[in-house]
């Protein structure tokens, strides 16, 4: 069964920091392109950072570059998001999501072109 699980949500004050993580279990991200998203109360998803499955590029959302970083560890299996500087404006849930790609260097930005969802993890910026 293919599953994503992330982790590292919570409550943090302005200008703090929290590290997402995003397990895979049932499959090898190692052909996977991944995608973090949030969803604040009221709004649409949007997409806050995408990498591809391999050569490293990515993408990140205006609102969050240079104080968001994703990363992944194919051989754990997982994925980070490293958020530093936190707004409250970052305040949402939290998700990753998988889209098996043939290609090694494309990252996909929008969430209807990804396959996988994890469950999501609240992030709450607030003093």
């Known amino acids: 069964q293919l599953q994503l699980v992330e982790s590292g949500g919570g409550l943090v004050q302005p200008g703090g920091s929290l590290r997402l993580s995003c397990a895979a279990s049932?499959?090898?991200?190692?052909?996977?392109?991944m995608g973090w998203f949030r969803q604040a109360p009221g709004k649409e998803r949007e997409g806050v950072s995408c990498?591809?499955?391999?050569?490293?590029?990515?993408y990140y959302a205006d609102s969050v570059k240079g104080r968001f970083t994703i990363s992944r560890d194919n051989v754990k299996n997982t994925v980070y998001l490293q958020m530093n500087s936190l707004k409250p404006e970052d305040t949402a849930v939290y998700y990753c999501?998988?889209?098996?790609?043939?290609?090694?260097?494309?990252?996909?930005?929008?969430?209807?072109?990804?396959?996988?969802w994890g469950q999501g993890t609240q992030v709450t910026v607030s003093s």
């Open positions: 999501a998988a889209r098996r790609s043939s290609y090694s260097g494309r990252y996909f930005v929008n969430a209807y072109e990804y396959d996988y």
């Open positions: 049932g499959f090898t991200l190692d052909y996977y392109a």
């Open positions: 990498i591809a499955k391999r050569d490293g590029n990515t």
